[in-house]
């Protein structure tokens, strides 16, 4: 048929750039067949033109030839220690003979320089050893070459990998620990803004610290619109910086000197909807972030006329947190100052995607953009103080909670990817894929599979980089953190790519250079002297656990997932030791929720279900509750296969449990402390259906200390987890 790719041209390229031809469901029988049309569409989500034969061909050539004029690849990541060492690089055509070459590593301001001359091999690469033997880092190799009258050059980062991530014992020493995990959102305080914030997370923070808990677990804290269903913590704007709704208002140091902002939240207008704010059973984000505006740009202005006018500390910290951030930050804050102009302009017809912007605007690196950066200094600059404040915060509790003796303190969540109508993608649209999808192929809980509708990365985009947004988003979430879980890390393995107009069965796997992600983060781990725990849930390829534990990152153990053939839970010696261990997730039941088959009833009320299957289910959940009894019950934390009376005993029995395993790390959850049963999340159902992310917790932080429930549900985690069973 005219204008059909040969399967031989499409088929090589496809392979050569990483996408798999076929891949086995989560049956472990069927195999799914990779189509032409999703092989066109995936490469060309990569920048490479194959719908015709010609087109296939001469793009195969070009990748051909641009590897073939590559003297140095443009970064080399290597574990440290011999291979780091050797450099080896491929002698442009037609040189024959011995090569002249110059060498210099750049660490740093240290230069070390070797000259000399080599003999290339018959493949027609030159291999050579480094003068010294580089340290982890990250390093400049700059390669010069002569023969004859002709000196080509070329560079390459050279990125030195520890041997793995930080690991629990240089951390903690031979002990385990135990925390608390918390969607911060949710988590309710006596003077909150109707979020929790910063200022409840100090507060759990010190709870945490007196009932012997390591560290205290957040949601992801990136960046969202704050407006409408736009508030998954999953979908953000930017996964480098972070949500203003979680500061504290009270801790800002400019509202003791700025009289007009105090008197504003003490007036009765602002008094009454602050009110309804905190009262309300959910988080309205909109109505929380409008009233927080209101007193932002007051302080905003008392921090440019008195902090910086004044210099001191605060604006050298200020001055120094920008130069960090340097063009990243400028990015986001001006992506966000440009929205907010286009929505003063044009009101409700103000385009929600910035694909849609006015033209000269969607490109953030045009003349147009610097110009309106420039005109528009002030609004800029607000989100850059923004997210300065959110750093400073954040860096008071984490020091907050060292010095109150956790050995960990906070562990941030970094989502799988950003939303395509953000920042990120704005900013960052050479590294980012156009026309795909990241998901999830179909499997036994989803029969369609899943479009999670987040852009992925472009594996050749971002080697040809130098893996630069992997390193910037690595260290932004590492920052003020003693560990970073990391959601979905199968993503570094192999991520499931759905072409934009094709439903979920029709995408493919699109492999990642693993090693290079892996050897980055390693080396993020051990700079940040922080942790990392790796989402490893679901259909798991037989190579991702030996390799993340060569890696040194924790699997994600559940309670609910850790069963036998026959539906039985596993015994709790049968965990893995490097691991983070816990009851369930953000996706899943509560505690509560499961006992009381809570979770049944909102997927038949949402239609995920029918009548039948919501019965079917009932009667399996009675065998599930009665094989959790037995379980406990055999690992001693029961007195006998008997549910107990109280429902918060049954929840610490089952964390009595959960520190009974060899785990490294135990997390227990907010939500299963203080005794909540509905989830915060029904994955797959729009925000029409249920109201994923807004549930608050009925109790307050400041009543943990003494809720009986709370108590019980706590078990006897600290006894435990100190080896006194």
Not at 415 to 427: F, I, K, M, T, Y
Not at 653 to 669: E, Q, S, W, Y
């Amino acid at each position: 048929m005219e204008g059909v790719v040969p399967r031989t041209a499409l088929r090589t390229l496809a392979d050569r750039v990483g996408i798999l031809s076929e891949y086995l469901d989560q049956s472990g029988r069927d195999v799914r067949v990779t189509s032409d049309e999703t092989r066109i569409a995936l490469l060309a989500a990569m920048g490479i033109q194959a719908s015709t034969d010609a087109m296939a061909r001469s793009s195969l050539e070009d990748l051909e030839r641009s590897e073939r004029d590559q003297i140095l690849a443009p970064v080399r990541v290597a574990r440290h220690g011999p291979e780091a060492n050797v450099v080896r690089a491929r002698i442009p055509e037609g040189w024959t003979g011995p090569v002249g070459f110059e060498i210099r590593l750049t660490s740093g301001k240290e230069e070390v320089q070797r000259t000399g001359r080599a003999n290339p091999d018959d493949a027609g690469f030159l291999t050579f050893q480094l003068a010294v033997n580089p340290e982890p880092g990250y390093h400049t190799v700059r390669l010069r070459l002569h023969h004859g009258s002709e000196h080509p050059g070329a560079s390459q980062m050279l990125i030195v990998a520890p041997p793995a991530c930080l690991s629990p014992a240089e951390l903690m020493g031979d002990g385990r620990a135990f925390g608390i995990t918390a969607n911060l959102y949710a988590v309710r305080g006596g003077a909150d803004w109707g979020v929790g914030d910063f200022g409840d997370l100090k507060k759990l923070v010190a709870w945490g610290s007196e009932i012997g808990a390591a560290f205290v677990g957040v949601n992801p804290l990136h960046a969202i619109h704050n407006l409408g269903h736009d508030i998954s913590p999953y979908s953000p704007i930017s996964r480098l910086f972070k949500n203003p709704i979680y500061l504290d208002i009270s801790a800002i140091p400019e509202l003791g000197e700025c009289e007009e902002a105090r008197a504003l939240i003490a007036s009765d207008e602002f008094a009454a909807r602050l009110a309804v704010l905190r009262d309300a059973p959910d988080v309205r984000y909109d109505g929380v972030m409008r009233l927080k505006r209101r007193v932002l740009d007051l302080l905003y202005d008392a921090f440019l006329t008195r902090t910086l006018a004044a210099g001191g500390d605060r604006a050298r910290e200020f001055s120094e947190y920008v130069k960090v951030q340097a063009t990243a930050l400028d990015d986001f804050a001006t992506f966000l100052a440009i929205e907010e102009y286009l929505r003063v302009e044009m009101g409700d017809s103000a385009p929600a995607w910035w694909r849609e912007w006015p033209e000269a605007f969607r490109d953030s690196r045009s003349r147009e953009v610097q110009t309106f950066r420039e005109e528009n200094a002030k609004e800029v600059g607000f989100h850059r103080w923004l997210q300065f404040e959110v750093d400073q915060q954040l860096a008071a509790i984490n020091q907050f909670a060292r010095e109150g003796g956790m050995r960990i303190g906070v562990y941030q969540d970094l989502a799988v990817g950003s939303s395509p109508s953000g920042s990120d993608s704005w900013s960052n649209d050479n590294v980012l894929a156009s026309g795909v999808s990241i998901g999830a192929p179909p499997d036994l809980y989803a029969a369609n599979g899943q479009n999670w509708g987040l852009p992925p990365l472009n594996p050749l985009s971002l080697r040809q980089s130098g893996y630069k947004y992997w390193i910037d988003l690595l260290r932004s979430a590492f920052r003020h953190s003693g560990a970073l879980r990391i959601d979905h890390i199968l993503g570094v393995f192999r991520q499931f790519w759905i072409p934009d107009g094709m439903p979920a069965v029709a995408g493919a796997y699109v492999q990642f250079p693993t090693a290079d992600l892996l050897g980055v983060l390693a080396l993020e781990s051990q700079l940040a002297h922080a942790l990392v725990v790796g989402e490893d849930l679901g259909t798991v390829p037989p190579e991702v656990p030996p390799t993340l534990k060569g890696w040194g990152v924790l699997s994600s153990k559940v309670f609910f997932f850790e069963r036998g053939e026959l539906g039985s839970f596993n015994p709790a010696m049968s965990y893995e030791t490097l691991s983070l261990t816990t009851a369930d997730t953000h996706d899943m039941a509560t505690l509560s929720g499961f006992w009381r088959a809570r979770d049944i009833e909102l997927k038949q009320t949402v239609g995920l279900i029918t009548v039948g299957e919501a019965e079917a289910a009932m009667l399996e959940r009675q065998r599930d509750r009665r094989l959790v009894i037995e379980r406990l019950a055999a690992e001693g934390v029961l007195p006998s296969a008997v549910a107990p009376d109280k429902e918060a005993d049954l929840r610490g029995a089952v964390h009595d449990f959960l520190c009974r395993t060899p785990a490294a790390l135990v997390g227990l959850a907010y939500d299963d402390l203080v005794g909540e049963i509905d989830p915060v999340n029904i994955p797959g159902v729009g925000g029409d259906r249920y109201p994923s992310w807004t549930r608050r917790n009925r109790k307050t932080v400041e009543e943990l200390r003494s809720d009986p429930d709370v108590t019980r549900s706590l078990g006897r985690c600290r006894t435990i987890m100190s080896g006194n069973r």
